[in-house]
């Protein structure tokens, strides 16, 4: 089993910044992808950013180039088990509830999930 938890987030001014984190422990070095997805009051969760096991990171196109997503190792030669969320330039409509997630390389859909931070851009 998999266990994710999750810390940063907080509130901010429009422009401002923010990092997420996220760690895996448990069985982590099945996961091959991780990343953040997020849901905003009445919609759906969305994807916002992955990364997988080799540091590829992949975005949603209204967070390109102002969030960077990276995955670092907690112990070396261990699994890239820790995914941030680094924040910049952020926007009203970036807030929202964030959700780190992992999955395993056979796997479509997120199999784990973190408990969820909350991100509020004030204008």
């Known amino acids: 089993q998999v266990q994710l938890v999750e810390s940063g987030g907080g509130s901010v001014q429009s422009g401002g910044s923010l990092t997420l984190s996220c760690t895996a422990s448990?069985?982590?070095?099945?996961?091959?992808?991780m990343g953040w997805y997020r849901q905003a009051p009445g919609q759906e969760r969305v994807l916002v950013a992955t990364v997988d096991d080799g540091g590829t990171a992949r975005y949603r196109d209204v967070v390109f180039r102002r969030f960077t997503a990276q995955r670092q190792r907690a112990q070396r030669g261990g699994p890239r088990n820790t995914v941030y969320l680094i924040m910049k330039n952020l926007k009203p409509e970036d807030t929202a509830v964030y959700y780190c997630?992992?999955?395993?390389?056979?796997?479509?859909?997120?199999?784990?999930w973190g408990q969820g931070t909350q991100v509020t851009v004030s204008s």
């Open positions: 448990g069985s982590s070095s099945t996961i091959d992808n």
């Open positions: 997630f992992g999955r395993s390389l056979n796997s479509a859909a997120p199999e784990y």
